[in-house]
């Protein structure tokens, strides 16, 4: 078995939002390749060129190629610069997406601290699908801590191309107990849509009005990830059609796709989900590889977010394969309670924490 | 009352073609559902929306059960002279809604 990842590091998004906050140091997101050598694993640092389908083979940018029987590919996501006029790669200096943890978390981050007190920082939220449904929300909730503790006089505008958004209600009402005023959600039917942005000024045009920002995060809409066109697994939607039992690409047998990159029904797009889809595909995998028939799966997601530091909230789903699509299963998962004790919010902020130390631990080892 | 936004360019030039927007908050209930007790709910919508520049009718749409909640319109004019620009929505209840925007035309 061969691990092909271009990166050698990997930067974890959950809890990316802490760290733009200030609340936690990037080094804390970091996360090596080497326990996972050995093991019959070899970990390849390169990327991934081309994808043969009819010889099953790939190519990497030494020009090697690695022939295979089976290919797993977690895409993840690109941002689609093509998406907001305006909004091109070159902007995300001046209106960083931090989308992607690294190094624009970190340019966000210092931003927010360069900011004067009584500073306006404006957000944007894209439409479904996009990677991490509640992160924006804890995203703001996250800077309004910041603001709060550090420049209070501030505000956050969010603009958002929907009408609702996960979490919604908790969000809400911990918004209005922690952060009153604060925040300010702009919602679809309220104009929240944005058609251009000027980088230069870090202005925001929505369909009905501007605003002018003096901290700007754009969260653009967003695709599978490049891989996903060089191996041919991407649709016209830009995501990953797959079969809900083994993974495997609608496009092109042979190849399985895991994560924010593929269409999964109710399923959303978040390290806990696209860790549940591996380790059913693994399954899978070798079920098909020693010619036996798949076995229906069961898989969980929850999500934590984090509206402060002591302030966890979270949703929890199971999904099962119906109609072509992993969908919920009825009567199973849940959200945190609306009414609950700040005991119970700040056990569940270390749920939080919990699962972050555990997925890192059972990934990388 | 309900919230109503329009977006019309505060200046144009003369026979510049202008993209105006309209949009209200509005449930736009089709009167085809049940609500959670078994009984239908009513029927609620817009019916007819009119835009008006300097008094004279330049837009109208009639509205059905099949269009979404929250209408969102856009349309073009060409700017002609300075002055306002009127927009009316009206439900199936005959209430009304209104909202206006100045365009100065150079």
Redesign the interface.
Known sequence: MTLVEANSTYVACPFSNAVIAGLRELDQQKFGYDRLRGNGIDVVHRKVTAVDTKSRSVRLDDGKQLAYDRLVVAPGIDLRFDAIPGYTEASAEAMPHAWKAGEQTLLLRRQLEAMNDGGVVVMSAPANPFRCPPGPYERASLIAHYLKTHKPRSKLILLDAK?AFSKQKLFEAAWKELYPGMIEWVS????GQVTRVEPATRTFIT???THKADVANVIPPQRAAAVAAIAGVADQTGWCPVDPVTFESRLQPGIHVLGDAIIAGGMPKSAFAANSQARVCAAAVVDLLRERTPASPKLINTCYSLVAPDYGISIAGVYQPANGLLTDVPGAGGVSPMEAPKSFRAQEATYADAWFKTITRGVFG | MT?A???VPKTAKRGEVIEI?A?I?HVMETGYREGPNGVMIPRHIIKRFVCKYGGEEIFSAELFPAIA??P?LSFSAVASESGTITFEWTDDKGETQTASADITVT
Do not use: K
Request: net charge neutral; no cysteine; hydrophobic share 45%.
């Open positions: 009408d679809l039917s309220f104009g369909e009905f009005g | 919230r936004l329009v977006n927007r949009m908050q909640a929250n969102f």
